[in-house]
């Protein structure tokens, strides 16, 4: 034991080689997110996780890239349906460098890594909650830390598995998403939306990507959208002319409000129609952790009835709980995609963390493309 690299790390982190860190701390719910941004998060010093109260499994990691991502901000408010009780430390998503792997962790010293946010971080249960990703160090079971796949950054290893695994989870496992279909995607500048048109040309499928910034969908065409519609235009008479009149067979929808409706008249007779999320009307529960409906989204039952369309709710943590054999094919296939290359998650905006609110703000106004990453070590 005394010889094993994992000693050895441990007396080198026991010399207090590891410097001390700053984290960010939520010490209250807001009633809305830029509220919560502004009076209850601080940055705040941290010491480095001491091993000696680590277990075997544990593994600490100096955090190079955290994910700002819609559901960091939402928490904030309280309106995401799994959050921890405050004080706590935001950042669901994280990749860097292992400085301390216990000894059945069986993981080298230096190792790129990434964190799955299922099972450890402010989305997880039990213990793991404590250690968000907007900090110098986390502490993850090995169970929750995976080796970076293929050639990926930092900043793009955070923004791979909860924006792949919502893509996948909607177009292929709730969606049936074949090639030679046609998906209709909204909100596909942000992180889920530009992750479904990556996934949907690996499937092989003809992508319409629609927005409401034309400076932003040239970027979603140049990562492989096959058209684009901006906001201003006509949506049910672009599609219609895209696809000769037919209709798409699927619409991806992350944004909700009137685009839904919209949508509901641009599809073929059958269609799928996924419902992913609400970028549009976020609140549709009350803020500071309160829950109720104050403005649910609301489909008209005479255009799903008439086009004989399949609407699919797609909550992928949820489902996820509910079937727990969904996670394996999914994460196998979303690695191996990436290890081969074929998925490199797009990031816009990058800050130090001391500018953290800056990038929430960025964020919760729609200026990123795909991902926006706080560098802790910076
Ligand atoms: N089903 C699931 O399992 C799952 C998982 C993760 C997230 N979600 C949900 O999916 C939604 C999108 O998440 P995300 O992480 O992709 O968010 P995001 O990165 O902020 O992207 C949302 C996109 O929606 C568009 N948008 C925002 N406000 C809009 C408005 N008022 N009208 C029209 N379009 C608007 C924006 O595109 P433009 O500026 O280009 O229009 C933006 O890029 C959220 O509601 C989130 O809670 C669901």
């Known amino acids: 034991m005394a010889h094993s690299p994992q000693a050895a790390t441990h007396a080198w982190y026991q010399r207090g080689m590891l410097a001390q860190g700053h984290r960010v701390v939520v010490s209250e719910l807001g009633e809305e997110p830029l509220e919560a941004i502004e009076r209850h998060a601080t940055l705040?010093?941290?010491a480095a996780p001491d091993s000696q109260t680590l277990s075997a499994r544990d593994v600490i990691i100096a955090i190079a890239s955290a994910s700002v991502g819609w559901v960091d901000l939402l928490m904030t408010s309280g309106q995401y349906q799994h959050m921890p009780k405050p004080p706590y430390t935001p950042g669901l998503e994280y990749a860097g460098t292992v400085v301390w792997a216990g000894p059945d962790a069986n993981l080298p010293i230096g190792e790129r890594v990434l964190v799955d946010a299922f099972l450890s971080g402010p989305r997880s249960l039990g213990a793991y909650?404590?250690?968000g990703g907007f900090a110098s160090y986390a502490v993850a079971p090995i169970e929750a830390v995976h080796r970076i796949p293929g050639a990926l950054t930092f900043d793009q290893a955070c923004n791979l598995l909860g924006n792949y695994e919502t893509a996948y989870h909607c177009l292929i496992t709730r969606g049936r998403l074949r090639a030679g279909e046609t998906v209709l995607v909204h909100g596909a500048s942000g992180s889920t939306g530009l992750a479904a048109v990556h996934v949907a040309k690996l499937v092989g499928a003809t992508v319409i990507a629609t927005g409401r910034s034309a400076e932003k969908l040239a970027v979603v065409k140049a990562q492989g959208a096959?058209?684009?519609i901006a906001g201003g235009d006509s949506m049910r008479d672009a599609v219609k002319a895209i696809t000769g009149g037919t209709?798409?067979?699927?619409?991806?929808?992350g944004v909700g409000g009137e685009l839904s409706v919209e949508s509901l008249r641009c599809v073929r007779f059958g269609a799928r129609y996924l419902i992913v999320g609400w970028a549009a009307t976020p609140f549709v529960a009350k803020g500071k952790g309160q829950r109720g409906a104050p403005n649910a989204n609301q489909l008209p039952t005479n255009l799903i009835m008439m086009k004989g369309l399949d609407v699919l709710g797609c909550p992928t943590v949820i489902s996820t709980v509910n079937d727990p054999s969904l996670r394996a094919p999914?994460?196998?296939?979303i690695l191996a995609w990436a290890e081969a290359g074929q998925i490199r998650p797009h990031v816009s905006h990058v800050f130090p963390l001391a500018e953290f609110k800056t990038a929430m703000?960025?964020?919760w106004s729609g200026e990123v493309i795909g991902g926006c990453v706080l560098h802790p070590a910076t």
Do not use: C, S
Request: glycine share 4%.
């Open 44 to 46: 705040e010093t941290m």
């Open 361 to 363: 703000r960025t964020k």
């Open 129 to 131: 909650q404590a250690y």
């Open 330 to 333: 999914r994460l196998a296939q």
């Open 247 to 253: 209709g798409v067979d699927v619409v991806y929808d």
């Open 226 to 228: 096959d058209h684009v």
